[in-house]
């Protein structure tokens, strides 16, 4: 038995498969910038970031300085019962680092599912409304409530919040209605849609993705969330954006929202906010998030190390100008990509900003029918070629590697993506090798 397989056992009978979703038989023993090294030394492009989280790459030197030195006399593990500079220093700094008006407050966790959970319970003790709305194919956490408001878990069999409403997200590939500008009648249908639930007038929050990411990709026609701002002004609901996995410079910007100009009243953050450590962030109104005492606790929130790390990555995002790096990257790597779609039957749409990119692969052209199997195979051959991407809505390849890719891994990367989708559409990866990798 090899060394990878040996590895890949003892996972097998050692942790829980609750927790698993896996795409390829991937065994890691380290990494370094954007590259990933196995066990036994093969070297992997990463253009996943570990779903957003690594976006600064691997191993960079300002996290690990900071790391250290917060991890020499730390003042104790968390900011639940006591203060310490770099727990307040975070919050300071990021009610800086993001736009907005007003008396605000910080809350600051482990990942972005307790962010956006704290978010949603916080506005219904606020406003003593108990609705919710967020959009089908839509993801914001995997635990409590933001798990039962997620519609990618919903329709893999999770029960939903009894006071959710699902809206629909406009798709500009797969508009929803008809008319002589499809795409524009469905942002209109859309925000006709949450019009019609906002005025009933018990809608607590309405959160939104800038980018939905889990459920394909989809980046919205531009003018959605502008509309989408006016449309809960207009009935006084809290309008909350999730910048958990493609905030913080990945799209070009240093907040996915700026996309669209709007300034949501809360935002929330997480991945890429702690550089792979567990950290995440909700700005939010005082009125909204500054009670009652001990509503969300969790006894390591607001850790030193974390909280160190966090206030080093608003600084690099800042000092390295990443968001401008990131928009330069993802215009040569769309381009590159929309060069391959020219002469493939199998790729039906490339979209994105930065280095948020969806890939969306089809039977055909014609038809633009889904193809969820070609995904899988095509995600597969992508590791055996010597990068790590995943596939998202079924048949939507995400790509988001980490933000410092270099020019010269751009182009590896797409070279690695044609040769895989024309090796996985040519009958290269068998259906018994990709079995028991199960994914989305």
Same mark, same amino acid.
């Given at each position: 038995?090899?060394?990878?397989?040996?590895?890949?056992?003892?996972?097998?009978?050692?942790?829980?498969?609750?927790? #698993? %979703? @896996?795409?390829?038989?991937?065994?890691?023993?380290?990494? #370094?910038?954007?590259?990933?090294?196995?066990?036994?030394?093969?070297?992997?492009?990463?253009?996943?970031?570990?779903?957003?989280?690594?976006?600064?790459?691997?191993?960079?030197?300002?996290?690990?300085?900071?790391?250290?030195?917060?991890?020499?006399?730390?003042?104790?593990?968390?900011?639940?019962?006591?203060?310490?500079?770099?727990?307040?220093? *975070?919050?300071?700094?990021?009610?800086?680092?993001?736009?907005?008006?007003?008396?605000?407050?910080?809350?600051?966790?482990? $990942?972005?599912?307790?962010?956006?959970? !704290?978010?949603?319970?916080?506005?219904?003790?606020?406003?003593?409304?108990?609705?919710?709305?967020?959009? #089908?194919?839509?993801?914001?956490?995997? %635990?409590?409530?933001?798990? @039962?408001?997620?519609?990618?878990?919903?329709?893999?069999?999770?029960?939903?919040?009894?006071?959710?409403?699902?809206?629909?997200?406009?798709?500009? *590939?797969?508009?929803?209605?008809?008319?002589?500008?499809?795409?524009? $009648?469905?942002?209109?249908?859309?925000?006709?849609?949450?019009?019609?639930?906002?005025a009933k007038g018990d809608v607590a929050i309405l959160m939104a993705e800038p980018i939905?990411?889990?459920? &394909?990709?989809?980046?919205?026609?531009?003018?959605?969330?502008?509309?989408?701002?006016?449309?809960? @002004?207009?009935?006084?609901?809290?309008? =909350?954006?999730?910048? !958990?996995?493609?905030? %913080?410079?990945?799209?070009?910007?240093?907040? $996915?929202?700026?996309?669209?100009?709007?300034?949501? +009243?809360?935002?929330?953050?997480?991945?890429?906010?702690?550089?792979?450590?567990p950290l995440s962030a909700a700005v939010a109104p005082a009125w909204v998030i500054d009670?009652?005492?001990?509503?969300?606790?969790?006894?390591?929130?607001?850790?030193?190390?974390?909280? =160190?790390?966090?206030?080093?990555?608003?600084?690099?995002?800042?000092?390295? +100008?990443?968001?401008?790096?990131? &928009?330069?990257?993802?215009? @040569?790597?769309?381009?590159?990509?929309?060069?391959?779609?020219?002469?493939?039957?199998?790729?039906?749409?490339?979209?994105?900003?930065?280095? =948020?990119?969806?890939?969306?692969?089809?039977?055909?052209?014609?038809?633009?029918?889904? +193809?969820?199997?070609?995904?899988?195979?095509?995600?597969?051959?992508?590791?055996?070629?010597?990068?790590?991407?995943?596939?998202?809505?079924?048949?939507?390849?995400?790509?988001?590697?980490?933000?410092?890719?270099?020019?010269?891994? !751009?182009?590896?990367?797409?070279?690695?993506?044609?040769? =895989?989708?024309?090796?996985?559409?040519?009958?290269?990866?068998?259906?018994?090798?990709?079995?028991?990798? $199960?994914?989305?």
């Open positions: 038995m090899s060394a990878i397989d040996d590895l890949l056992e003892r996972d097998r009978n050692a942790v829980a498969g609750i927790e #698993k %979703l @896996r795409f390829f038989p991937i065994a890691l023993e380290s990494g #370094k910038g954007c590259w990933l090294t196995e066990v036994g030394g093969r070297k992997l492009l990463d253009l996943s970031a570990t779903w957003t989280a690594c976006g600064l790459g691997h191993g960079h030197p300002k996290i690990i300085e900071a790391m250290t030195r917060a991890a020499q006399t730390p003042p104790g593990a968390g900011g639940l019962s006591a203060v310490h500079p770099d727990s307040v220093g *975070f919050a300071e700094e990021l009610l800086d680092f993001t736009p907005g008006t007003g008396d605000r407050r910080v809350y600051f966790g482990h $990942a972005g599912t307790d962010a956006n959970d !704290v978010v949603f319970r916080a506005a219904r003790m606020a406003t003593g409304k108990k609705r919710i709305v967020t959009f #089908k194919l839509g993801y914001h956490g995997g %635990l409590g409530v933001s798990m @039962r408001v997620s519609g990618v878990h919903i329709d893999g069999g999770t029960e939903p919040d009894p006071d959710l409403y699902l809206a629909t997200y406009p798709n500009p *590939f797969r508009p929803h209605a008809d008319g002589p500008d499809p795409v524009a $009648a469905s942002l209109e249908a859309s925000i006709a849609e949450i019009d019609a639930e906002l939905l990411s889990d459920g &394909g990709m989809i980046v919205p026609p531009k003018g959605f969330l502008t509309a989408l701002s006016e449309t809960c @002004r207009k009935h006084d609901v809290l309008l =909350a954006i999730d910048e !958990v996995k493609m905030g %913080l410079g990945r799209p070009g910007v240093r907040h $996915a929202f700026q996309l669209d100009g709007i300034v949501p +009243d809360i935002v929330t953050f997480g991945k890429l906010i702690g550089s792979g450590l009670g009652p005492p001990a509503a969300a606790l969790l006894t390591t929130a607001g850790n030193p190390i974390c909280t =160190a790390v966090g206030r080093q990555v608003m600084r690099t995002l800042v000092e390295e +100008d990443i968001p401008a790096r990131a &928009g330069r990257a993802g215009t @040569r790597f769309m381009a590159g990509l929309r060069e391959v779609m020219e002469t493939s039957p199998v790729i039906g749409d490339i979209r994105g900003a930065g280095l =948020a990119i969806g890939l969306e692969l089809v039977t055909d052209k014609e038809t633009n029918a889904p +193809d969820a199997a070609l995904a899988t195979k095509v995600v597969y051959r992508a590791f055996e070629l010597g990068a790590v991407v995943h596939y998202v809505g079924g048949n939507t390849l995400e790509i988001t590697p980490p933000l410092i890719i270099s020019d010269e891994e !751009v182009d590896i990367a797409v070279d690695i993506l044609s040769r =895989a989708i024309a090796d996985a559409a040519a009958g290269m990866v068998s259906d018994e090798a990709v079995a028991p990798f $199960a994914g989305w």
